[in-house]
């Protein structure tokens, strides 16, 4: 996994429906960042609807433009590895960065001021530290989650920060979401 390829190992069914691997090997999609050297994400798959249809085959799900969301009403896995920070990134840069995770609205920086890279997403995302240590950015404060954390993530304004001296490695997954009616306006009244 140092290299940015994750292993990955998917199943599915024969003719006579018996269970398969028709895939294993590196997970093809990788997104490396020029911004920021020494971070990569490989995206491990994807669905488009919930339920999410099970064929017997199932095609390769990843590849195309890099997106940092889930297909409507479908979902994402990818596996992070966000290196030490070594300094902030000017305004051009977070423009850059959330346009090459195909999210450029996402950003929200401008409006928070914590973190150079606090974002905000439609969705309900669970992170998963597999290795090292980062902080969790929210609005009123931080909190450090090591590795064997799981972090549920419930639509906040938020930011990843590694402070310490060694990469963190997370998996997330991300579930498309839909903020409810009284959370949408309290949001849009305070101008988050």
Same mark, same amino acid.
């Given at each position: 996994?140092?290299?940015?390829? +994750?292993?990955?190992? $998917?199943?599915?069914?024969?003719?006579?429906?018996?269970?398969?691997?028709?895939?294993?090997?590196?997970?093809?999609? !990788?997104? =490396?960042?020029?911004?920021?050297?020494?971070?990569?994400? *490989?995206?491990?798959?994807?669905?488009? =609807?919930?339920?999410? !249809?099970?064929?017997?085959?199932?095609? =390769?799900?990843?590849?195309?433009?890099?997106?940092?969301?889930?297909?409507?009403?479908?979902?994402?896995?990818?596996? *992070?590895?966000?290196?030490?920070?070594?300094?902030? !990134?000017?305004?051009? &840069? %977070?423009?850059?960065?959330?346009?090459?995770?195909? *999210?450029?609205?996402?950003?929200?920086?401008?409006?928070?001021?914590?973190?150079?890279?606090?974002? /905000? @997403?439609?969705? %309900?995302?669970?992170? %998963? +530290?597999?290795?090292?240590?980062?902080? !969790? +950015?929210?609005? @009123?404060?931080?909190?450090?989650?090591?590795?064997?954390?799981?972090? $549920?993530?419930?639509? @906040? *304004?938020?930011?990843?920060?590694?402070?310490?001296?060694?990469?963190? +490695?997370?998996?997330?997954?991300?579930?498309?979401? /839909?903020?409810?009616?009284?959370?949408?306006?309290?949001? &849009? =009244?305070?101008?988050?």
């Amino acid at each position: 996994m140092s290299s940015g390829k +994750v292993r990955r190992i $998917v199943t599915g069914h024969d003719e006579a429906g018996r269970a398969v691997v028709v895939m294993d090997g590196p997970a093809p999609f !990788l997104h =490396e960042s020029p911004g920021r050297p020494g971070f990569w994400s *490989n995206d491990i798959w994807r669905t488009s =609807e919930t339920p999410a !249809l099970v064929i017997p085959q199932p095609e =390769e799900p990843t590849l195309g433009p890099r997106r940092q969301l889930p297909a409507a009403g479908g979902s994402v896995i990818r596996i *992070n590895h966000i290196p030490p920070e070594s300094g902030l !990134l000017d305004a051009g &840069a %977070i423009a850059r960065e959330f346009a090459a995770l195909g *999210n450029a609205a996402a950003s929200t920086h401008r409006r928070s001021g914590r973190h150079p890279m606090m974002h /905000r @997403t439609e969705t %309900i995302d669970y992170a %998963i +530290v597999l290795s090292g240590e980062i902080y !969790l +950015v929210l609005d @009123t404060g931080e909190t450090l989650v090591r590795a064997g954390d799981v972090v $549920v993530q419930c639509g @906040t *304004n938020h930011a990843w920060s590694n402070r310490s001296g060694a990469p963190c +490695v997370l998996a997330f997954i991300l579930l498309d979401g /839909r903020y409810n009616a009284e959370l949408a306006q309290n949001m &849009a =009244e305070a101008g988050a």
